[in-house]
T-cell receptor, first 112, second 115 residues
Framework: QKEVEQNSGPLSVPEGAIASLNCTYS??????FFWYRQYSGKSPELIMS????GDKEDGRFTAQLNKASQYVSLLIRDSQPSDSATYLC????????????FGTGTKLQVIP | GAVVSQHPSRVICKSGTSVKIECRSL??????MFWYRQFPKKSLMLMAT?????????EQGVEKDKFLINHASLTLSTLTVTSAHPEDSSFYIC???????????FGPGTRLTVL
């Protein structure tokens, strides 16, 4: 059973601070990792994808991947109230029908 | 990124009726489409995976005779909730990917309310 674990939160950070969201996964052969943002009542929106160890930066977002530790994280710099949402970590299996396993999400609250 | 649409965005129906939800990839060919269900304040639950021209693969516990999935073309998949009951009320979301995109792109979702 493939598992993707996230702390459900809520994670509360003040506006302007760095929000750090963490995710661990159980399947060592997983190769593709994604972060999605989901606002209440809306569908998930892709923020970042990362495939190799290290950091990947896109604007205020940085994804970090450590395959040896089976750990992926998302940093949000200069957090804004509009960043308040649930962040879903997703891991893609090799081959097959390209199914993605989602974590249960971490709710982020950015306090003005 | 790629665009996925869903129709309708919201539907209210009487118990016992069937409801069809359409999922379309607008600017790419989706070799695989996924159907999810999400209850309030809960995580996404994958219902089934469909590939164009073949039968859908259903997740454990999902009744294939109740949730009919058809993936007739590379841009369209449909989910039909047959004989809907109030417990089927949920947020249904489709997603798609392709040989070009490694990521899954989600449609906006369909909120189903069964009275």
């Amino acid at each position: 059973q493939k598992e993707v674990e996230q702390n459900s939160g809520p994670l509360s950070v003040p506006e302007g601070a760095i929000a750090s969201l963490n995710c661990t996964y159980s399947d060592r052969v997983s190769q593709s990792f994604f972060w999605y943002r989901q606002y209440s009542g809306k569908s998930p929106e892709l923020i970042m994808s990362i495939y190799s160890n290290g950091d990947k930066e896109d604007g205020r977002f940085t994804a970090q991947l450590n395959k040896a530790s089976q750990y992926v994280s998302l940093l949000i710099r200069d957090s804004q109230p509009s960043d308040s949402a649930t962040y879903l970590c997703a891991v893609k299996e090799l081959g097959g029908y390209q199914k993605v396993t989602f974590g249960t999400g971490t709710k982020l609250q950015v306090i003005p | 990124g790629a665009v996925v649409s869903q129709h309708p965005s919201r539907v209210i129906c009487k118990s016992g009726t069937s409801v069809k939800i359409e999922c379309r990839s607008l600017d790419f060919q989706a070799t695989t489409m996924f159907w999810y269900r999400q209850f309030p304040k809960k995580s996404l639950m994958l219902m089934a995976t469909s590939n164009e021209g073949s039968k859908a693969t259903y997740e454990q516990g999902v009744e294939k005779d109740k949730f009919l999935i058809n993936h007739a073309s590379l841009t369209l998949s449909t989910l039909t909730v047959t004989s809907a009951h109030p417990e089927d009320s949920s947020f249904y979301i489709c997603s798609a990917n392709s040989a070009v995109y490694n990521e899954q792109f989600f449609g906006p979702g369909t909120r189903l309310t069964v009275l």
